[in-house]
């Protein structure tokens, strides 16, 4: 294994202009890795949604034609900007020097899902390069149960009409809808339309079950849909036989559960694509009735939670409340809720998790409060909630006293040039036991935001270095900062000049040379991730020298201004282990396969870094995928990645703008890494345990840590953190590898490993703990550290 300099370079998306057809473009991901990736050719946003509409009379019909007509010559090409995306599947071949060779096969789809603001639209982008099953003649539904005024077949188009499906009320019942296709499909996608004359009996909570004839039943998606209708999007898989289970419904009335279904349609791809060895596998989809923008665990109750806007499918800047759905990660149950007593839209903020698990979000669309997560008394609304300069896109971490940073912003707030400095929170000495007497925020202009400026943007061709691109704006937004010894941050990007910030005292701001000598090396809304605290060791990867490629979003067209594309440059820094603010060592390692902005970065227990998601033509709200991994959803702006304590990685969200619903994702999926299986990828790996109470324990830096296991593992552990992340921005991850020492015999499995006494290296707070055997990671014991 190559530890973290062997990275796992996963689902990319935008079109790679310098990867042409050359086989050398290709490149070979470090150590044995190998990936299957897809290419799209080029791809027109032609296609809108899906609409399921009753019909309209031809004089409207008529009227629409031509104001799409004229809308069309007004706008010139913007109607292209409505279309699914098409890859294709890349398979990697062995060649002279690690090269590989791509080899096309057929086209597949990759499937947006964009739950429209009115009912009657289909909850899914079309999937363009993939088939809609039109012919349903051999289709045969079995349905649990049927009301008496319906028929199970019209839930698959079949009946009049206007005909429905509707199950018997029966509370407390699953209901369940199994379509036999008559044949075995590759299938990718099932949508469901709820009965549009019914206010009842719409999917709510469901599970989506994939079978061959006689095989045994895969779950391949599950979650909770809203009221309008929804959309299953998975892994293709050679099945016959579907099966919708929907555990609940959307009802005012407890006594009433009935499903009313109007409509089931599916998409199919030519083929399943072959396993690739070592490359992992994507397993099943979880549904969320929102796009999931943010992101965070809860350790005490198991939970993965996540947040959007105001709304489900957009966001604003008036509104003082969130939603939020929370997933049991013991049994996948989502649970959606409105969170208003805090008066904070918490999209677009600033988010660090402190000593204690809260997750502290500052700023974002309601630009000028903050508030707090807490573990076991959830939201909360500090009494006084000001934070002292409005801003959101800031970047934000706990410090290793107990204070918390904030840097830099842009989009909400004063607009640029003003300077948003740094910030930081001084808890209430109270704090610990009543969060909602919070704290104070002060403003410190000597950690200048001036210092993390990024370049100004310049066009490339066909007009380059003109001032139509040279606009002085988003030059200080999303930071990675990462605490260090002393209540000292290092600001490791995204602009090529790097820093020291000192906050103790008067604060300091000191210069730490340049990640590199590009005048385009600015990497916006890259990756970067501390894998190794104990050397101070972090890796960046990608990012684009500005946030919006096009000029104007508008016109994107080959001849139309645009900026600089992203970078698939890769950088490692060592922070010197002695006293913060010295040099800082930069080594250029071998770049990432593909040209990426808007990925996410996640640890894993064995020291890689997996790289998931992203564009290459960095532009928010689009979905363009150039290349891909094996899985079927692409994750571009507003994605994100996190590290669940079964090791695996649950990767989510994308885009939530209601003004291109196509590129809208609300849904995740499970990523279960090559070490979780057998060397030849057939088997489940087996895998050691920590023998405990499943008490999360709690250890003072610099102590001493037993661990009991059920067989002899690897003398290495790793310490994992609890963290929380929104637009590719994760400051408080970070890794912590120990040594673990033998106590008695080999045979007794008992071992210990001394933790780290500096909080600037362990910072405090919650920490998934792994063993490993062989490489294979255990599931993680949560602990927690605490120094004072």
């Known amino acids: 294994?190559?530890?973290?300099?062997?990275?796992?370079?996963?689902?990319?998306?935008?079109?790679?202009?310098?990867?042409?057809?050359?086989?050398?473009?290709?490149?070979?991901?470090?150590?044995?890795?190998?990936?299957?990736?897809?290419?799209?050719?080029?791809?027109?946003?032609?296609?809108?949604?899906?609409?399921?509409?009753?019909?309209?009379?031809?004089?409207?019909?008529?009227?629409?034609?031509?104001?799409?007509?004229?809308?069309?010559?007004?706008?010139?090409?913007?109607?292209?900007?409505?279309?699914?995306?098409?890859?294709?599947?890349?398979?990697?071949?062995?060649?002279?020097?690690?090269?590989?060779?791509?080899?096309?096969?057929?086209?597949?789809?990759?499937?947006?899902?964009?739950?429209?603001?009115?009912?009657?639209?289909?909850?899914?982008?079309?999937?363009?390069?993939?088939?809609?099953?039109?012919?349903?003649?051999?289709?045969?539904?079995?349905?649990s149960s049927t009301d008496s005024t319906t028929a199970c077949e019209n839930a698959i188009g079949k009946g009049k009409d206007g005909a429905v499906w509707k199950s018997q009320n029966a509370?407390?019942?699953?209901?369940?809808?199994?379509?036999?296709?008559?044949?075995?499909?590759?299938?990718?996608?099932?949508?469901?339309?709820?009965?549009?004359?019914?206010?009842?009996?719409?999917?709510?909570?469901?599970?989506?079950?994939?079978?061959?004839?006689?095989?045994?039943?895969?779950?391949?998606?599950?979650?909770?849909?809203?009221?309008?209708?929804?959309a299953a999007i998975f892994e293709p898989f050679q099945t016959q036989q579907v099966r919708l289970s929907v555990i609940d419904t959307y009802s005012a009335d407890k006594t009433v559960n009935f499903v009313a279904i109007s409509d089931i349609k599916v998409w199919t791809l030519p083929r399943v694509l072959d396993a690739v060895k070592g490359g992992g596998r994507w397993a099943e989809t979880l549904n969320f009735p929102l796009v999931p923008v943010a992101a965070w665990l809860n350790p005490k109750k198991g939970q993965l939670v996540t947040a959007a806007s105001y709304t489900y499918d957009r966001f604003d800047k008036t509104s003082t409340k969130t939603l939020v759905a929370e997933v049991d990660l013991a049994n996948g149950d989502i649970t959606e809720k409105v969170i208003g007593e805090i008066k904070h839209n918490v999209f677009c903020p600033g988010t660090s998790m402190d000593a204690n698990g809260r997750v502290i979000f500052?700023?974002?669309?309601?630009?000028?409060?903050?508030?707090?997560?807490?573990?076991?008394?959830?939201?909360?609304?500090?009494?006084?909630?000001?934070?002292?300069?409005?801003?959101?896109?800031?970047?934000?971490?706990?410090?290793?006293?107990?204070?918390?940073?904030?840097?830099?912003?842009?989009?909400?707030?004063?607009?640029?040039?003003?300077?948003?400095?740094?910030?930081?929170?001084?808890?209430?000495?109270?704090?610990?036991?009543?969060?909602?007497?919070?704290?104070?925020?002060?403003?410190?202009?000597?950690?200048?935001?001036?210092?993390?400026?990024?370049?100004?943007?310049?066009?490339?061709?066909?007009?380059?270095?003109?001032?139509?691109?040279?606009?002085?704006?988003?030059?200080?937004?999303?930071?990675?900062?990462?605490?260090?010894?002393?209540?000292?941050?290092?600001?490791?990007?995204?602009?090529?000049?790097?820093?020291?910030?000192?906050?103790?005292?008067?604060?300091?701001?000191?210069?730490?040379g340049k990640r590199n000598d590009d005048p385009d090396g600015d990497a916006v809304c890259g990756a970067a991730v501390m894998y190794d605290a104990v050397k101070g060791s972090i890796i960046t990867a990608g990012g684009a020298p500005n946030y919006h490629y096009w000029l104007e979003s508008t016109k994107r067209g080959p001849n139309d201004r645009h900026r600089l594309s992203a970078t698939n440059k890769v950088f490692g820094m060592t922070l010197t282990l002695g006293a913060p603010g010295e040099p800082v060592s930069v080594k250029t390692l071998e770049p990432m396969l593909h040209k990426r902005i808007f990925a996410n970065a996640a640890i894993l227990p064995n020291g890689e870094i997996f790289v998931v998601g992203g564009q290459t033509l960095g532009e928010p709200f689009y979905d363009d995928t150039g290349e891909a991994s094996s899985n079927s959803i692409p994750r571009a702006y507003h994605s994100w990645a996190l590290l669940l304590p079964d090791a695996t990685v649950l990767v989510g969200g994308g885009d939530l703008d209601i003004d291109h619903p196509e590129t809208n994702h609300y849904d995740a999926q499970i990523y279960q890494p090559a070490y979780l299986f057998t060397p030849d990828g057939k088997g489940t790996a087996a895998r050691p345990k920590i023998l405990d109470d499943n008490v999360i324990s709690e250890h003072k830096l610099g102590t001493t840590i037993t661990i009991q296991t059920d067989v002899e593992v690897n003398l290495e552990a790793s310490l994992i953190r609890y963290s929380s992340v929104t637009h590719a921005l994760n400051n408080d991850l970070r890794r912590i590898p120990l040594t673990l020492v033998v106590q008695g015999k080999l045979t007794d499995r008992k071992y210990a490993a001394q933790l780290?006494?500096?909080?600037?290296?362990?910072?405090?707070?919650?920490?998934?703990?792994?063993?490993?055997?062989?490489?294979?990671?255990?599931?993680?014991?949560?602990?927690?550290l605490f120094n004072k």
Not at 118 to 133: K, N, S
Not at 775 to 780: K, L, M, Q, R
């Open 171 to 230: 509370p407390g019942t699953t209901h369940s809808i199994t379509i036999d296709f008559g044949k075995e499909l590759v299938l990718h996608s099932v949508v469901v339309w709820p009965a549009e004359k019914l206010k009842e009996g719409a999917v709510r909570k469901h599970l989506v079950e994939v079978r061959t004839k006689e095989g045994t039943w895969q779950l391949v998606a599950r979650g909770t849909w809203r009221q309008q209708g929804g």
């Open 362 to 512: 500052t700023g974002g669309s309601t630009a000028g409060v903050y508030s707090i997560y807490d573990l076991d008394k959830g939201w909360i609304k500090p009494n006084d909630n000001e934070i002292e300069k409005k801003r959101g896109y800031q970047g934000q971490t706990y410090l290793s006293d107990g204070r918390t940073f904030m840097i830099g912003g842009t989009w909400s707030g004063p607009e640029e040039p003003d300077n948003k400095d740094g910030e930081i929170f001084v808890p209430d000495e109270d704090f610990l036991k009543h969060p909602e007497k919070g704290g104070n925020w002060t403003l410190n202009e000597n950690l200048s935001a001036a210092s993390i400026k990024m370049s100004l943007p310049r066009c490339e061709g066909p007009l380059p270095n003109v001032d139509g691109c040279a606009k002085n704006e988003w030059r200080q937004h999303h930071p990675w900062l990462f605490a260090w010894k002393g209540a000292t941050v290092f600001h490791a990007g995204p602009s090529r000049n790097m820093n020291w910030f000192f906050t103790e005292n008067s604060g300091k701001t000191k210069p730490a």
């Open 1 to 143: 294994m190559l530890n973290l300099r062997r990275f796992l370079y996963e689902a990319v998306a935008l079109s790679d202009p310098d990867a042409g057809s050359d086989p050398e473009s290709v490149r070979l991901v470090p150590g044995d890795l190998e990936k299957t990736g897809y290419r799209s050719p080029s791809v027109t946003r032609s296609q809108k949604p899906v609409e399921k509409t009753k019909q309209l009379p031809v004089f409207i019909k008529v009227l629409l034609l031509i104001s799409v007509v004229a809308l069309a010559v007004f706008l010139g090409g913007p109607i292209a900007n409505f279309a699914a995306l098409t890859y294709k599947a890349v398979v990697q071949c062995s060649g002279p020097h690690h090269r590989h060779a791509p080899i096309v096969l057929d086209d597949a789809p990759l499937v947006g899902q964009g739950l429209a603001a009115y009912a009657l639209r289909v909850p899914a982008a079309t999937p363009a390069g993939a088939t809609e099953v039109s012919d349903r003649s051999g289709w045969k539904p079995n349905c």
């Open 756 to 784: 780290p006494d500096d909080p600037g290296v362990a910072l405090p707070g919650y920490y998934m703990l792994f063993v490993l055997r062989d490489g294979v990671p255990s599931h993680a014991k949560t602990v927690r």
